[in-house]
């Protein structure tokens, strides 16, 4: 098929007849009144949206003569979409539609980011009719202010965010199944759920390359053959069982093959991209180019030029060739430097044939007759902060999948701090819940994860680093101080305690790296533990029965010293410790102690004796143990054994502190706003403002107040206008009797002041008195300037108590005077 480029007389030759010429003619008018009216409408948008230019007005001349060549070539095939409408009812190419965008968020430099971008923050409004190319198709700018969008618009943005990012990127015009076209995946596994071949397959691919040889396998090679025969039917089972059941299926599509879609193409090349694939716009997820999804494709275009597929697509996609530049293959709409390839390959041939003016002239009259794309019309696309943490149409998106269901919110929209929440079901209509899994953002308590298996009514929790106790892991019936709860810690804690299991009738903690090798400890009770304060003081070696501790081997220690496990029976009062086996031995020593009764009002204490240790002791001579040995070895134990009981007390009280700290947390949850996101930006500017406000006003309100001698008392005594009689009175004696105690205490203050001058001079001259005989003349010179010092503070203090003592009586009578006149307390005292 020839292009227009080719012969530019045919534009000028008659090949429709008279009635076709008028219903084009028709529906410009149409199209330009529309455009008027849109344009009158908004007349601050650019002048580009609104009108062609030159460029742009030729070049559609260019693909109408191209669809009609098409139609007429190939009357079987669906017309292409060439010009849609904009937003303002403006005919534009769909090439120019495209703007190369270079965002500056970090987020938006893979295609990974701008693919998830633009599936999360754009709502999907489905073709009508399924089978017809839109009309309409408006700007990226457009699309990220309305977040609703066609499949196009949303191929349209996303090639526009790629292209920016240097990704040879393509919209896709072509046709995909039902469930694609429509967005539906509720035959779709959920991703967030883990399924059993994935499991299979990481076992098989987590092998370490670097590993220490194995030991050669005694094993009958037929029998790991027919192993592995059994291993491809197995896995091809577990596959059989997560695809649909004949329930499951639905309905054959009648307008299967039919469906019009569009999507991303990207080629390799650029951005280290080693093989082509597809990008499927609506959920962001690659595909290869074989995808069973995508049934054929019309055409491909991206911001340099437009391209026809030329191939046999009844086979789908998986056949075709991407080799945009073979014309057997692609059709293209406009020849000359479109493409990446023909752009290095130009600039090549002019670096080599730069000394050769023939060529070089040669080159230029190509260039001149070479139509290049116009630019693109659309505004700038402005990817805010905000759009990214925003994220979805209205901060939350709901997603079906088969047996689950997704719900993604923006960070701070729920007071809880929920970004995402997971329910899967056990039926196909999602009515019984199996399993709810909720995530967590930017919580005090340090909260990420919770789930909820409503079969076993058992609730998981786990927390970040950085939480009270170090709490990481909290698996729990309920939120009580009842039933069972499972615990795992950070290693950092001070006693290397890493995970505890507490059920009613016992208690595991398990320990690392502890410096006395322990690293086991289970505590059984006698009757049911209960977690409450009133148990809190009762006393412990009532409630223990045994209590198993194990230890690590300690190599600096022979095996016969160094103790593996021992037992302490609370209720049986006896101790069992047995020993770690030596290197020769498979027996293990032992040693049973029976702790002598302690004194009592009517008997005195129990005598230690041999007969109270039992012993195995393996490879040692029959030379008996010293009595004193034994006594000091059981000493030692009964003191480890009340440092294990107050340990064990610690850590149920710690049990019962974790759940009512949980407890506290859960009924007022608070939330961490980080200054760096816009809605922690925005909460602290509008507490910064509140304070300052609020300083303001306490400033405004001190000014106003400072002369007013009433003020702290009607604050104090809580007294408000009008005030009653009653009140004001008692308002005129309190502020009397404050003010005269207060000139009390000054005149006080200045009667010690000179008292305690005058009392110093008189220690001075007594000392003076005493040494004046042998002062030297530079000491007689310090006396002589201290007492005239001391005299001078004196009169000073006997001036300032006279003073007081006159103008005291002035100031309380002018007191006096000014409550009277107060507008608050005058007609009261008055009367």
Same mark, same amino acid.
């Given at each position: 098929?020839?292009?227009?480029?080719?012969?530019?007389?045919? =534009?000028?030759?008659?090949?429709?007849?008279?009635?076709?010429?008028?219903?084009?003619?028709? =529906?410009?008018?149409?199209?330009?009144?529309?455009?008027?009216?849109?344009?009158?409408?908004?007349?601050?948008?650019?002048?580009?949206?609104?009108?062609? $230019?030159?460029?742009?007005?030729?070049?559609?001349?260019?693909?109408?003569?191209?669809?009609?060549?098409?139609?007429?070539?190939?009357?079987?095939?669906?017309?292409? *979409?060439?010009?849609?409408?904009?937003?303002?009812?403006?005919?534009?190419?769909?090439s120019?539609?495209?703007?190369?965008?270079?965002?500056?968020?970090?987020?938006?430099?893979?295609w990974?980011?701008?693919?998830?971008?633009?599936?999360?923050?754009?709502?999907?409004e489905?073709?009508?009719?399924?089978?017809?190319?839109?009309?309409?198709?408006?700007?990226?700018?457009?699309?990220?202010?309305?977040?609703?969008?066609?499949?196009?618009?949303?191929?349209?943005?996303?090639?526009?965010?790629?292209?920016?990012?240097?990704?040879?990127?393509?919209?896709?015009?072509?046709?995909?199944?039902?469930?694609?076209?429509?967005?539906?995946? !509720?035959?779709?596994?959920?991703?967030?759920?883990?399924?059993?071949?994935?499991?299979? @397959? !990481?076992?098989?691919?987590?092998?370490?390359?670097?590993?220490?040889?194995?030991?050669? !396998?005694?094993?009958?090679?037929?029998?790991?053959? =027919?192993?592995?025969?059994?291993k491809? !039917?197995?896995?091809?089972?577990?596959?059989?069982?997560?695809?649909?059941?004949?329930?499951?299926?639905?309905?054959?599509?009648?307008?299967?093959?039919?469906?019009?879609?569009?999507?991303?193409?990207?080629?390799?090349?650029?951005?280290?991209?080693?093989?082509?694939?597809?990008?499927?716009?609506?959920?962001?997820?690659?595909? $290869?180019?074989?995808?069973?999804?995508f049934?054929?494709?019309?055409?491909?275009?991206?911001?340099?030029?437009?391209?026809?597929?030329?191939?046999?697509?009844?086979?789908?996609? $998986?056949?075709?060739?991407?080799?945009?530049?073979?014309?057997?293959?692609?059709?293209?709409?406009?020849?000359?430097?479109?493409?990446?390839?023909?752009?290095?390959?130009?600039?090549?041939?002019?670096?080599l044939?730069?000394?050769?003016?023939?060529v070089?002239?040669? *080159?230029?009259?190509?260039?001149?007759?070479?139509?290049?794309?116009?630019?693109?019309?659309?505004?700038?696309?402005?990817?805010?902060?905000?759009?990214?943490?925003?994220?979805?149409?209205?901060?939350h998106?709901?997603?079906?999948?088969?047996?689950?269901e997704?719900? &993604?919110?923006?960070?701070?929209?729920?007071?809880?701090?929920?970004?995402?929440?997971?329910?899967?079901?056990?039926?196909?209509?999602?009515?019984?819940?199996?399993?709810?899994?909720?995530?967590?953002q930017?919580?005090?308590?340090?909260?990420?994860e919770?789930e909820?298996?409503?079969?076993?009514?058992?609730?998981t929790?786990?927390f970040?680093?950085?939480?009270?106790?170090?709490?990481?892991f909290?698996?729990?019936? $309920?939120?009580?101080?009842?039933?069972?709860?499972?615990?795992?810690?950070?290693? @950092?804690?001070?006693?290397?305690?890493? /995970?505890?299991?507490?059920?009613?009738?016992?208690?595991?903690?398990?320990?690392?790296?502890?410096?006395?090798?322990?690293?086991?400890?289970?505590?059984?009770?006698?009757?049911?533990?209960?977690?409450?304060?009133? #148990?809190?003081?009762?006393?412990?070696?009532? &409630?223990?029965?045994?209590?198993?501790?194990?230890?690590h081997?300690?190599?600096?220690?022979?095996?016969?010293?160094?103790?593996?496990?021992?037992?302490?029976?609370?209720? /049986?009062?006896?101790?069992?410790?047995?020993y770690?086996?030596?290197?020769?031995?498979?027996?293990?020593?032992?040693?049973?102690? @029976?702790?002598?009764?302690?004194?009592?009002?009517?008997?005195?204490?129990?005598?230690?004796?041999?007969?109270?240790?039992?012993?195995?002791?393996?490879?040692?001579?029959?030379?008996?143990?010293?009595?004193?040995?034994?006594?000091?070895?059981?000493?030692?134990?009964m003191?480890?054994?009340?440092?294990?009981? #107050?340990?064990?007390?610690?850590?149920?009280?710690?049990?019962?502190?974790?759940?009512?700290?949980?407890?506290?947390?859960?009924?007022?949850?608070?939330?961490?706003?980080?200054?760096?996101?816009?809605?922690?930006?925005?909460?602290?500017?509008?507490?910064?403002?509140?304070m300052?406000?609020?300083?303001?006003?306490?400033?405004?309100?001190?000014?106003?107040?400072?002369?007013?001698?009433?003020?702290?008392?009607?604050?104090?005594?809580?007294l408000s206008?009008?005030?009653?009689?009653?009140?004001?009175? +008692?308002?005129? +004696?309190?502020?009397?009797?404050?003010?005269?105690q207060?000139?009390?205490?000054?005149?006080?203050?200045? +009667?010690?002041?000179?008292?305690?001058?005058?009392?110093?001079?008189?220690?001075?001259?007594?000392?003076?008195?005493?040494n004046?005989?042998?002062?030297?003349? #530079?000491?007689?010179?310090?006396?002589?300037?201290?007492?005239?010092?001391?005299? *001078?503070?004196?009169?000073?203090?006997?001036?300032?108590?006279?003073? #007081?003592?006159?103008?005291?009586?002035?100031?309380?009578?002018a007191?006096?005077?000014?409550?009277?006149?107060?507008?608050?307390?005058?007609?009261?005292?008055?009367?």
């Amino acid at each position: 098929m020839e292009t227009v480029l080719e012969s530019e007389e045919e =534009e000028q030759r008659p090949t429709r007849d008279p009635q076709e010429e008028e219903e084009e003619e028709e =529906e410009k008018t149409f199209r330009n009144t529309q455009g008027l009216s849109l344009n009158m409408a908004d007349s601050s948008s650019p002048e580009s949206h609104r009108i062609n $230019s030159a460029a742009e007005t030729r070049l559609l001349t260019f693909a109408n003569n191209f669809q009609r060549q098409f139609s007429h070539l190939f009357p079987e095939r669906r017309p292409l *979409l060439l010009g849609p409408i904009n937003e303002f009812g403006v005919q534009k190419f769909v090439s120019t539609t495209l703007r190369a965008t270079a965002t500056v968020q970090p987020e938006l430099f893979t295609w990974g980011g701008c693919a998830e971008f633009v599936a999360s923050f754009l709502s999907l409004e489905p073709l009508d009719p399924p089978i017809e190319l839109p009309s309409y198709l408006f700007s990226p700018a457009s699309v990220l202010r309305t977040q609703r969008a066609s499949c196009f618009e949303f191929c349209t943005l996303l090639c526009s965010l790629l292209l920016g990012v240097n990704y040879d990127a393509y919209c896709v015009s072509g046709y995909a199944d039902r469930e694609t076209c429509l967005l539906d995946q !509720s035959l779709q596994h959920c991703p967030l759920l883990d399924t059993p071949v994935q499991s299979v @397959i !990481s076992e098989e691919s987590q092998e370490n390359k670097y590993k220490e040889k194995p030991q050669r !396998s005694l094993k009958s090679h037929f029998m790991t053959q =027919e192993e592995q025969k059994k291993k491809p !039917s197995a896995e091809a089972a577990l596959l059989e069982n997560l695809k649909p059941d004949e329930s499951e299926q639905r309905p054959a599509d009648r307008l299967r093959g039919l469906r019009l879609h569009c999507w991303v193409l990207v080629l390799s090349g650029s951005r280290s991209v080693q093989e082509n694939f597809f990008i499927e716009p609506l959920t962001g997820a690659r595909h $290869s180019t074989g995808s069973a999804h995508f049934l054929g494709i019309e055409s491909v275009w991206n911001n340099h030029n437009y391209y026809v597929n030329m191939q046999d697509c009844r086979s789908g996609c $998986s056949d075709l060739g991407f080799d945009l530049e073979d014309v057997n293959m692609w059709e293209p709409l406009l020849f000359g430097a479109t493409s990446k390839k023909q752009l290095i390959h130009e600039a090549s041939n002019k670096k080599l044939y730069k000394m050769t003016p023939d060529v070089q002239e040669e *080159l230029e009259e190509l260039e001149e007759q070479a139509f290049e794309m116009p630019r693109s019309w659309v505004s700038d696309i402005s990817i805010t902060k905000k759009d990214l943490e925003t994220r979805w149409p209205g901060g939350h998106k709901r997603t079906r999948y088969r047996k689950a269901e997704v719900e &993604r919110f923006a960070p701070y929209l729920r007071p809880n701090g929920l970004t995402t929440r997971l329910v899967s079901y056990k039926d196909l209509d999602c009515t019984e819940v199996l399993m709810v899994k909720e995530w967590y953002q930017h919580r005090t308590d340090h909260l990420e994860e919770r789930e909820v298996n409503e079969v076993d009514n058992v609730t998981t929790e786990r927390f970040r680093r950085g939480r009270p106790f170090d709490l990481l892991f909290h698996r729990f019936e $309920s939120l009580t101080t009842e039933g069972v709860h499972e615990m795992k810690f950070c290693s @950092i804690r001070v006693d290397n305690l890493v /995970q505890r299991l507490v059920s009613p009738g016992e208690m595991t903690e398990t320990f690392q790296r502890r410096a006395d090798s322990l690293y086991y400890r289970r505590v059984h009770f006698g009757r049911h533990v209960q977690f409450s304060g009133e #148990h809190v003081n009762s006393e412990p070696a009532t &409630r223990l029965i045994q209590v198993v501790e194990r230890f690590h081997r300690d190599s600096s220690k022979p095996a016969n010293q160094d103790v593996a496990e021992r037992v302490f029976l609370l209720a /049986q009062r006896r101790i069992e410790v047995t020993y770690h086996l030596d290197a020769d031995t498979f027996i293990p020593s032992h040693r049973s102690f @029976i702790k002598p009764r302690e004194a009592t009002e009517q008997k005195k204490a129990e005598d230690f004796t041999q007969d109270m240790v039992s012993s195995f002791m393996v490879g040692l001579s029959d030379t008996p143990v010293k009595t004193l040995t034994l006594y000091e070895m059981l000493v030692s134990l009964m003191k480890d054994e009340e440092m294990v009981v #107050h340990q064990i007390e610690e850590s149920l009280k710690e049990v019962r502190d974790i759940v009512s700290c949980r407890e506290e947390e859960e009924g007022d949850v608070q939330l961490f706003f980080c200054p760096w996101t816009t809605t922690g930006a925005a909460r602290a500017r509008s507490k910064r403002q509140d304070m300052e406000r609020q300083a303001a006003e306490e400033q405004s309100w001190l000014h106003e107040n400072e002369k007013d001698i009433l003020a702290p008392l009607l604050m104090r005594l809580d007294l408000s206008d009008p005030l009653s009689a009653e009140d004001a009175r +008692q308002l005129h +004696q309190e502020c009397l009797s404050e003010f005269k105690q207060k000139l009390v205490e000054d005149a006080n203050l200045i +009667q010690e002041r000179y008292q305690k001058e005058t009392q110093q001079l008189q220690r001075k001259q007594q000392w003076y008195q005493q040494n004046q005989l042998d002062m030297t003349e #530079h000491q007689e010179d310090e006396y002589q300037t201290y007492c005239s010092d001391r005299t *001078l503070q004196i009169r000073v203090a006997m001036r300032r108590l006279k003073m #007081h003592q006159e103008e005291a009586p002035l100031k309380y009578q002018a007191l006096d005077e000014r409550l009277r006149e107060d507008p608050r307390l005058a007609p009261h005292l008055l009367s």
